[in-house]
């Protein structure tokens, strides 16, 4: 999956695409733009990947059920 200063809402609907389960993106950070190549092999990886470039972390419900939520700032 290749993301070009893509929106990570828009980056997230496409990962969507190759995952079973639910995957959304709190609307606080949907704006937030990435670039780089993220293998397909391993999507929970590249779930794990978005918090070392982006102010993110996933919060998980059931390993089918994922949000990309804005980073915690010491709360």
């Keep these: 999956l290749v993301a070009d200063d893509q929106r990570l809402d828009d980056f ?3 990962l969507d695409r190759y995952r079973s389960g639910v995957l959304r993106v709190d609307p606080r ?7 780089g190549v993220f293998p397909l092999a391993d999507t929970d990886r590249i779930l ?3 918090a070392s ?3 993110v972390h ?4 059931t390993r089918y059920w ?3 939520m804005p ?5």
């Design 66 to 68: 994922a949000t990309v």
């Design 48 to 50: 794990d990947t978005l």
């Design 58 to 61: 996933v919060q998980w419900r």
């Design 71 to 75: 980073a915690d700032r010491g709360h």
């Design 53 to 55: 470039v982006l102010p």
């Design 12 to 14: 997230v609907a496409e």
């Design 29 to 35: 950070i949907a704006g937030l733009r990435l670039s």
